[in-house]
C-alpha cells in the first residue's frame, strides 16, 4: 500500500503540470503581420495588427490574433500605446484563446542614419482555463538607413527581445527568463503608405526540459494612412 501510494503522487504532480506556453512555435515557422497605423492628431494615431502565425514548416496554423490601441507621441523619443488582444489557438488542446492588456512603451532617437530603439512592452495574460499572469518584455534594437541613391531608402531592422515572468506563470517554463527572439531583416518602403519587411527570427524557449530552438521567416507589411490637420 505504502509502495502504491509512492508511486501515484508523482504521476498525480505530474499530471497537474501546466501545458507549454501555446505561443511558442515548433521547428520552422512562418509568421504573416498586417500592422494598419490611421493617424488621429498631430500626435495621436490609432494602431491595429493582424498576426498568423504558422509552425512544423509552416504546415500547421497554431495561433491568429488582433490587436488595436491608441499611441500617444508625447516627446518625439517617447512613445506610449496601450493596447488589447484577442488570440485564437485553433491548434491547441488546452487553450482555446487568450485575452491580453499590453502596455507599450518605446524609446527612439535618430542619428544620422542610425536609429537606436528601445522598447518595454508589460503584459496581463488571461488565457483560458489557466491562471492569469504577467510578463515583461524588452527589445533593444537598431535601425539604419541604407546609404543607396534611392528615393525610398531600405531600412536594415536587428533587434533582441527578452521575456521575463517575475510571478506566477499560466504555463510550464524552466525560469522566470521564460524567451528569447533575435531578428534581423530589411523594411522596403514601396509607398509614402506602404511597406514591407522580410525578416529572420532565432526563438528560444526555455521549457522545464530545458531551452529549445525555432527558426522563423517572417514578412510583416505596414500601412500608413495620415489624418487629416486642421
Known sequence: MVCCCGLVAPIRAQQQQPPEDPEDGK???????????????????????????FDEGASNLFEYFVQGGVAFRLRPWLTVLPSYRYQR????PNVAYENRLLLNTTLSISRGLWRPILRALVEGRFPDNRVASARLRFRPGVEYTLPLRMNRRPVLVVN????????????????????????IGVRLPLADWYSIRPYYMLQSVNLPVGWENNEIIGISMGFKFRGRTR
Open 160 to 183: 533582441d527581445e527578452f521575456f521575463i515572468v517575475p510571478g506566477t506563470n499560466s504555463f510550464a517554463a524552466g525560469g522566470s527568463f521564460t524567451q528569447n527572439r533575435f531578428q
Open 27 to 53: 521547428q520552422v515557422g512562418l509568421w504573416l503581420d498586417q500592422g494598419i497605423s490611421a493617424g488621429l492628431s498631430e500626435n495621436k494615431s490609432l494602431e491595429v495588427e493582424f498576426h498568423e502565425r
Open 89 to 92: 489557438l485553433p491548434a491547441n
